[in-house]
Protein backbone atom coordinates (compact mmCIF):
# COMPACT_ATOMS: atom_id res chain seq x y z
CA UNK A 1 0.00 0.00 0.00
CA UNK A 2 0.91 3.50 -0.67
CA UNK A 3 0.09 4.84 2.83
CA UNK A 4 3.80 4.19 3.99
CA UNK A 5 5.05 6.99 2.01
CA UNK A 6 2.52 9.56 2.95
CA UNK A 7 4.29 11.00 6.12
CA UNK A 8 7.19 11.62 3.94
CA UNK A 9 5.37 13.35 1.37
CA UNK A 10 2.96 15.39 3.42
CA UNK A 11 3.02 18.73 3.84
CA UNK A 12 0.93 21.59 5.41
CA UNK A 13 -1.75 23.38 4.28
CA UNK A 14 -1.92 25.84 2.49
CA UNK A 15 1.78 26.85 2.49
CA UNK A 16 2.94 23.77 0.87
CA UNK A 17 4.00 23.20 -2.95
CA UNK A 18 0.77 21.80 -4.02
CA UNK A 19 -0.98 24.40 -2.09
CA UNK A 20 0.72 27.03 -3.88
CA UNK A 21 0.32 25.22 -7.41
CA UNK A 22 -3.83 24.62 -7.01
CA UNK A 23 -4.09 28.52 -5.51
CA UNK A 24 -1.49 29.63 -8.35
CA UNK A 25 -3.65 28.09 -11.17
CA UNK A 26 -6.68 29.16 -9.47
CA UNK A 27 -5.92 32.62 -9.29
CA UNK A 28 -4.10 32.81 -12.88
CA UNK A 29 -7.26 31.01 -14.60
CA UNK A 30 -10.08 33.00 -12.68
CA UNK A 31 -11.70 29.42 -11.55
CA UNK A 32 -13.32 27.63 -8.56
CA UNK A 33 -10.35 24.55 -8.21
CA UNK A 34 -10.85 21.41 -6.37
CA UNK A 35 -7.46 19.67 -5.95
CA UNK A 36 -6.84 16.70 -4.10
CA UNK A 37 -5.90 13.95 -2.62
CA UNK A 38 -2.87 15.76 -1.06
CA UNK A 39 -1.17 14.45 2.20
CA UNK A 40 -1.49 16.86 4.40
CA UNK A 41 0.58 16.84 7.81
CA UNK A 42 -1.27 18.86 10.64
CA UNK A 43 0.19 21.92 12.65
CA UNK A 44 1.89 19.76 15.01
CA UNK A 45 2.64 17.09 12.39
CA UNK A 46 1.04 14.46 14.60
CA UNK A 47 -1.18 13.79 11.81
CA UNK A 48 -1.65 12.70 8.78
CA UNK A 49 -4.79 13.23 6.31
CA UNK A 50 -5.80 12.52 2.93
CA UNK A 51 -7.04 15.81 1.95
CA UNK A 52 -8.78 17.55 -0.76
CA UNK A 53 -9.05 21.33 -0.96
CA UNK A 54 -11.10 24.25 -2.61
CA UNK A 55 -9.88 27.46 -3.84
CA UNK A 56 -11.81 30.63 -5.44
CA UNK A 57 -10.87 32.30 -8.21
CA UNK A 58 -8.81 34.95 -6.15
CA UNK A 59 -6.71 32.06 -5.34
CA UNK A 60 -7.69 31.85 -1.78
CA UNK A 61 -8.29 28.42 0.19
CA UNK A 62 -11.69 28.21 0.75
CA UNK A 63 -11.94 25.11 2.46
CA UNK A 64 -10.62 21.50 2.73
CA UNK A 65 -12.27 17.70 3.57
CA UNK A 66 -10.02 15.75 5.38
CA UNK A 67 -11.06 12.38 3.75
CA UNK A 68 -12.27 9.37 6.63
CA UNK A 69 -9.43 6.83 5.32
CA UNK A 70 -5.99 6.90 4.39
CA UNK A 71 -6.20 3.48 2.41
CA UNK A 72 -8.48 0.94 1.57
CA UNK A 73 -9.05 -1.78 3.73
CA UNK A 74 -8.99 -5.77 2.58
CA UNK A 75 -11.75 -7.72 4.39
CA UNK A 76 -11.50 -11.43 3.95
CA UNK A 77 -14.90 -12.76 2.07
CA UNK A 78 -15.89 -9.18 0.84
Not at 19 to 25: I, N, T, W
Amino acid sequence: MFTEYFREYAEKIPSGPSSEALSKLAKEHSIYLIGGSIPELNEDESCVYNTCTIWNPLGELLGRHRKVHLFDIDIPGK
